[in-house]
């Protein structure tokens, strides 16, 4: 398809689109680079493979991919490739319509989905949810920069060379620094938070809460910014129908707009997809409001910012958008976004101009300084660890992509110049690379999970309650959890913890089921499993929900259950069966989780295998025939202690099998005594025939294999320990057939697919930071 158009009645513009190939011109085959679409083919093309090859090796010393971008870009610029000047002439004589015109519109999209999306996954409440201290870090840190950037502004412009830039445009410039330095975007602040993997940390919702307060101010400051350019600039009359342009934007987008979202989310049945046809018409209304901001002289992305504002995060609008467009938006239209922008970066401009930028340079020092300080002063007030207040103070100050963004639209604009600009992303990238290393030495909220104090279930006292912490992920996981509830006669505290895959959110929730939250979790299953978890009989029940990235849930589940003292965590493991015993599914999510929480956890976990006769069998008029298997070491002494609190419960009969193996241990291993007073306590408790005690004696790992099975047979709950220490058999033959390695080899041989048995399994492992 080709186009002709013509300037002044008399210079033909011809815009090609797509070409013949190769073989249009054989003598010259670059001709093809004449039509816009392999131009832009090519570009997109030189893009990706120098991001591929610079992350290949940036990787190997753990930087994200968004330094990748800007490097690539860098190279493709004026230094080396300056591969925009290359491609301005190829297409048109029209400068709106050069070579560039295409990647530009790509780079534009991709902002404007950024913006929008990133809006969208961010709660409302976050703000003013997390205490005063957000809000007063928030506003510290733009008001103190910014005031403070302002009283130093007029310095030093005396000796400004006239050909950088004129006096009025320096000050207009320095303005620009002050208060870019000054802001906080969202968007930086949540890709380091995610990439550290603390953003459900407390130092994370700190961070996020005080940057959206920020950045109210922040936009409000630009606004009025553009309109007082625009009023001293261009004319008083278009300053006011800007005004009034932005005033009815707001009014169209909250008294139409929102209205109509709302009844999508009515008419969605819960569960149900929202209908493709609102998904893109959403984002067609939001190109649309990108078109009307830019018409009425404000950037383009404050229309994509209030429509953002207006759509519910998570299921069932958040949740369709994110499914069909955030892929598309960050893999390929950002990185295209940010190549492009760094492409107009000129390395060179900072050493002819270090003179006239110099105190530029010192300004965007100054106010960081100022940043970090107010950031910090508040947090050191409210006691915060010094560490912790010198990460949160970074995170405030870092400057990444989304910051790339705003200086281009400057830079468009003339209010920077090209040596500030590059300056600028110089910074962004040093910040993009350095800081995530920077804060992982800072700030580790692993830490908070190291046992100081032992946290399991043979350290309890003898007459205190026991603690435990059961998680559910799916309706299958409620009974099973129930069911083992039950069978401790005596009161039990427990605090059960729904965990919800977060999806078209970006901020994890951690809600406690009261009266004051219920409106926020509108999950029929979530009531229903409270619902059922309350009718237990003498027990204290605490219950909560925690809206979390999967990679994330082991903090929430740590966090709480160090909060609650709590001796034991009970997790599902991951593998599903259906009533009669038949193996259905396998949640691989779940396993990862499990595998996290083994290493990181504050005190013991029980892993619950449901084969789901033990989950039928829960009611009270069910007999429940509960085997411990005991080989020795840590583990087996926490499962056997977990299993004396059974012993009261008249519909439990508990029997202890020693396995026993011809392996020689010497008499005065500590473990060996430990494992030794512990059986003759049993012996001691047999007496009253609470607990049945007998002996398997074996050889090798096939005689263990086969008294497993056997084993299996005769019981409705086999509970073993994961570890066996020096004590284990010779496992030779088992490990090398291990599938759930998180099981151990015995609980991987009662959780086989294979196994004809309707046995359950709870896998136990003693905390093992002390």
């Known amino acids: 398809m080709n186009t002709t158009t013509y300037f002044h009645g008399c210079i033909p513009v011809v815009f090609n689109i797509s070409s013949y190939g190769f073989w249009e011109n054989l003598n010259s085959p670059d001709v093809i680079f004449g039509y816009s679409l392999p131009l832009m083919e090519l570009q997109i093309l030189l893009i990706f493979a120098f991001i591929v090859t610079i992350h290949i090796f940036l990787r190997c010393i753990g930087i994200s991919p968004v330094p990748s971008y800007m490097l690539a870009g860098l190279i493709l610029g004026p230094q080396l490739f300056d591969l925009r000047e290359r491609s301005s002439g190829k297409l048109s004589w029209d400068p709106v319509l050069d070579g560039n015109a295409s990647l530009r519109g790509l780079s534009v999209c991709g902002n404007i989905m950024l913006a929008f999306l990133m809006t969208v996954k961010i709660s409302r ?16 840190t733009f008001i103190v920069p910014f005031f403070g950037g302002l009283c130093v502004r007029n310095l030093y412009t005396s000796n400004i060379d006239p050909h950088y830039l004129p006096h009025k445009k320096v000050l207009a410039e320095r303005t620009v620094i002050i208060s870019t330095q000054s802001s906080i975007l969202l968007p930086t602040v949540t890709y380091f938070l995610s990439e550290l993997k603390i953003l459900n940390s407390e130092l994370g919702r700190l961070v996020l809460s005080a940057s959206l307060i920020n950045d109210i101010f922040g936009c409000l400051v630009h606004i009025l910014a553009y309109l007082r350019g625009t009023y001293k600039n ?28 709302e009844w999508i989310v009515e008419r969605t049945p819960e569960g149900k997809p929202v209908a493709d046809v609102y998904v893109h018409g959403a984002v067609l209304s939001v190109i649309a409001s990108a078109v009307y901001s830019s018409f009425f002289n404000m950037k383009y992305l404050l229309g994509p910012f209030f429509m953002g504002i207006i759509i519910p995060e998570g299921p069932p609008i958040g949740s369709a958008l994110e499914a069909k467009y955030e892929a598309l938006t960050m893999n390929v239209l950002i990185p295209i976004s940010i190549a492009f922008s760094t492409m107009r970066c000129d390395v060179m401009k900072i050493i002819y101009e270090y003179d006239d930028i110099m105190y530029n340079i010192f300004l965007i020092a100054f106010t960081g300084v100022l940043k970090m300080a107010a950031g910090m002063v508040p947090c050191l007030y409210c006691k915060v660890p010094l560490k912790e207040s010198i990460a949160a103070s970074l995170l405030l100050c870092t400057k990444s992509f989304s910051e790339i963004f705003l200086y281009e639209s400057t830079f468009d604009d003339s209010y920077i110049s090209q040596a500030t600009y590059t300056f600028l992303i110089l910074c962004a990238l040093i910040n993009s690379g350095v800081i995530p290393t920077a804060l992982a030495g800072l700030y580790d909220p692993k830490k908070k999970y190291i046992g100081y104090q032992k946290r399991n279930i043979m350290n309890l006292k003898p007459n205190s309650d026991l603690s435990i912490l059961t998680c559910v992920h799916k309706p299958e ?22 965990l919800v895959k977060l999806i078209g959110k970006i901020v994890p929730v951690l809600i406690s089921h009261n009266e004051k939250t219920k409106r926020l979790v509108n999950n029929s299953y979530i009531h229903t499993a409270n619902l059922a978890f309350s009718k237990l009989e003498s027990v204290t029940m605490t219950m909560f929900t925690a809206l979390t990235h999967e990679n994330l849930m082991h903090d929430d589940i740590c966090m709480l259950a160090l909060e609650h003292a709590t001796s034991m965590i009970i997790i599902p493991s991951g593998r599903k069966w259906a009533i009669d015993g038949t193996f259905e599914s396998e949640d691989e999510a779940i396993r990862r989780l499990n595998k996290s929480l083994l290493q990181n956890a504050p005190c013991s976990i029980g892993i619950l295998v449901d084969r789901g006769q033990f989950s039928c069998r829960g009611t009270k008029r069910y007999h429940i025939n509960v085997g411990v298997l005991f080989i020795g070491g840590k583990d087996d002494r926490e499962a056997l202690s977990l299993v004396k609190k059974m012993k009261h419960n008249p519909r439990i009969k508990v029997t202890v099998i020693q396995v026993i193996s011809n392996r020689e241990t010497e008499a005065t291993d500590w473990e060996y005594i430990l494992d030794h007073e512990v059986l ?40 073993l320990g994961r570890d066996h220490g020096m004590a284990q058999p010779d496992f030779d033959g088992l490990k090398e057939w291990t599938e759930l390695p998180e099981l151990g080899v015995i609980g991987d041989l009662l959780a086989a697919r294979d196994l004809d048995s309707r046995v359950s399994v709870l896998v136990v492992q003693q905390q093992q930071q002390t």
């Open 477 to 498: 996981n409620i009974s099973a959890a129930i069911s083992f509830l039950q069978l401790f006669p005596s009161s039990i505290m427990v605090t059960v913890l729904h």
């Open 125 to 140: 409440r976050l703000a003013f949810h997390n205490g005063w201290l957000p809000i007063v870090v928030g506003i510290l």
């Open 680 to 719: 003759e306590d049993l012996r001691n408790t047999e007496a009253s025939n609470c607990i049945s005690y007998t002996e398997r004696i074996v050889t090798g790992g096939p005689e263990v294999a086969t008294t497993v099975r056997l084993l299996s047979e005769a019981y409705d709950l086999m509970v």
């Open 234 to 261: 261009i004319s008083p009359v278009t300053a006011y129908r800007d005004l009034i342009g932005v005033i009815v934007l707001i009014l169209i987008v909250f008294l139409i707009f929102r209205p109509i979202v």
